[in-house]
């Protein structure tokens, strides 16, 4: 495939073998010498319209572990700040020549707008509540590299799915690798119809998380909830935060996963976030290795490879 939009136009073999690559880019990134020539030559431009910490920086790191000459455009001094629409935007930087673009956008649907305009690969960093493919991507590489296979797992996804594109994403790789996946939060924060997705819901956090083999925390999303009830942090913590003793009502040993961002009280305990279940810190590392096998994978299929 020329992009990388989302989870939901990825097959089961490609998934797949996306995983065996990044398995091999830990490797890599293991080793002193990390750098590679897989995109020596080729330039990626990182555009991001919303912030981030663990999704640029590692995707910056890929790039330039496989030799791309990689640019951060600076969203926040750039002429989007003049008014500059993104499609604009965006064609200004095409006309730069770049072989790809990894772009983060506040809008659902955006990313696969501006990959009809451009004449690069386009990867999808996050757009809206929609997608956010590499970070599904990631939390299967660590699942899979932790329990040795996501087939028939029991994965309980925990907090704000409503506005979630990392649930969203999750919820489409774990069924199509064959998981049995329950969403769980209060009403006001699942999407109606969610259950059309193959899940199983639950409004009670310790229903939701018995014998779980996974416990995947997400973040409140507070700036997406505007005009909305939010709940307080410490009400909210009280029936969905976890805590060892919500922790102890899934399977003994479960893995606990967070995308991050982390609220620690919010949606989670600090003793729990640091504690010896805990696959956060992995979970970064896994966000390298998927993001060098997405740039190379797609390096395959760029003109004159
Ligand atoms: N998980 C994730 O997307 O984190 P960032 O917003 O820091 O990139």
């Not at 942090?233 to 003793?245: H, M, P, V």
């Amino acid at each position: 495939q020329r992009h990388l939009l989302g989870i939901e136009p990825l097959s089961r073999p490609e998934i797949e073998a996306l995983l065996d690559l990044a398995d091999e880019a830990v490797a890599i990134s293991r080793q002193i010498e990390k750098k590679r020539s897989t995109l020596r030559g080729r330039t990626q431009i990182n555009l991001f319209f919303e912030a981030s910490t663990r999704t640029q920086s590692s995707f910056e790191l890929a790039g330039k572990r496989l030799g791309a000459d990689v640019m951060n455009m600076a969203v926040a001094a750039s002429s989007v700040k003049k008014g500059e629409t993104l499609i604009d935007t965006a064609m200004t930087l095409n006309a730069m020549r770049p072989d790809i673009l990894v772009v983060r956008h506040h809008a659902a649907g955006a990313v696969s707008l501006l990959a009809r305009k451009v004449d690069c690969s386009v990867i999808n960093a996050g757009d809206g509540a929609h997608e956010h493919p590499t970070q599904a991507l990631l939390d299967a590489l660590t699942i899979r590299r932790n329990l040795g296979r996501i087939e028939g797992l029991t994965v309980a996804i925990c907090g704000d799915i409503l506005h979630s594109r990392v649930a969203r994403s999750n919820i489409l790789l774990l069924g199509k690798l064959g998981a049995r996946v329950r969403v769980v939060g209060p009403s006001t924060l699942l999407p109606a119809g969610v259950e059309a997705m193959g899940v199983e819901v639950f409004r009670d956090m310790r229903a939701g998380l018995a014998d779980a083999d996974v416990v995947m925390m997400l973040r409140l999303q507070r700036e997406r909830m505007a005009g909305a009830f939010v709940p307080s942090a410490k009400e909210y913590f009280r029936f969905f935060g976890l805590d060892q003793e919500k922790l102890s009502r899934a399977r003994p040993g479960a893995l606990v996963m967070h995308p991050g961002p982390m609220n620690r009280g919010v949606e989670i305990d600090t003793a729990v976030a640091d504690g010896a279940q805990s696959l956060i810190r992995e979970q970064v590392e896994m966000g390298v290795a998927v993001r060098m096998a997405v740039l190379e994978a797609l390096a395959r299929n760029l003109p004159n490879a």
